[in-house]
C-alpha cells in the first residue's frame, strides 16, 4: 500500500454560471471524490438539509470558527458568510482520498494561498466562449458591441489566470464529462506517479 495524499479540487467560477448545478450532477455519478460541505449563515433553502447541503451556522458560530482559523477560507457573498472546515478538508486529503470544493472566486484564491498543489478548475459561461469565438473568427458584430461586452467580460477573463483549467458551462453532462478527465489526468501526472513509484521503491528496498 503506498502512502499517498489526496488531491485537492476547487471548482470555482463567475457568480451565475452554474457551480452547484455541475457539482451536484458531477456527485450523481459514481465517484471517488469527496465533497467538502461548505458552512453557511444564509438560511436554508427549501428542501436544505443541514449537513448535506451546508453546515447551517448563526453569525457569532461562524465567527468562532473564523477566530478560531477552523475554515481554510471565508468569504461574505451577497450578505451571508461561506466558508471551508479545515478539519474535515485535511483529514480527507491525509487519508489518500481526492477532496472538492464549489465555492466563489475571492475564496478560491485563498485556498490557492494555503494550498498551491490544489487543481483549480474554473467554469465559465458558454457567452464567454462564443464572445472569443466571434472576436478570433472576426465574425459580423460591430466592433463597439464587441468591444462593450468584451469590457463587461475582461474582469472574468482576468479572473482565469488564477487557475489551472477552464471548462466551459454549455451543457451540464459536457462540464461534468471534463472535469471527470481532469480528475483522471491529475492522477496520471508524471510527477505525482513517479513519486509513488520511487516511495515504493524505496520502500521495498528497506524490506529487502
Ligand atoms: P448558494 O447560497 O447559492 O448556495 O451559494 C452562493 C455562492 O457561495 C456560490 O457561488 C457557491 O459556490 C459559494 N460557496 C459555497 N460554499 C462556499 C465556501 O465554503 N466558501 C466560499 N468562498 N464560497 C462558497
Known sequence: MIDEKGILFILSGPS???KGTVRKALFEQSTNLRYSISMTTREPREGEVDGIDYF???RAEFETLIEKRQLIEHAEYVGNYYGTPKQ?????????????LEIEVQGALKVRENFPEGVFVFLIPPSLEELKDRIVNRGTE???KVKNRLLAAKEEIEMMDA???V?????VDHAVGKIQSIVASEHCKRERVSQQY???????QHDA
Open 16 to 18: 451565475g454560471v452554474g
Open 56 to 58: 447551517f451556522k448563526s
Open 88 to 100: 474535515y478538508v485535511e483529514d480527507t486529503l491525509n487519508e489518500g482520498k481526492d477532496v472538492f
Open 142 to 144: 460591430t466592433e463597439d
Open 163 to 165: 487557475y489551472d483549467y
Open 167 to 171: 471548462v466551459v458551462n454549455d451543457r
Open 198 to 204: 520511487k516511495k515504493a521503491l524505496e520502500a521495498d
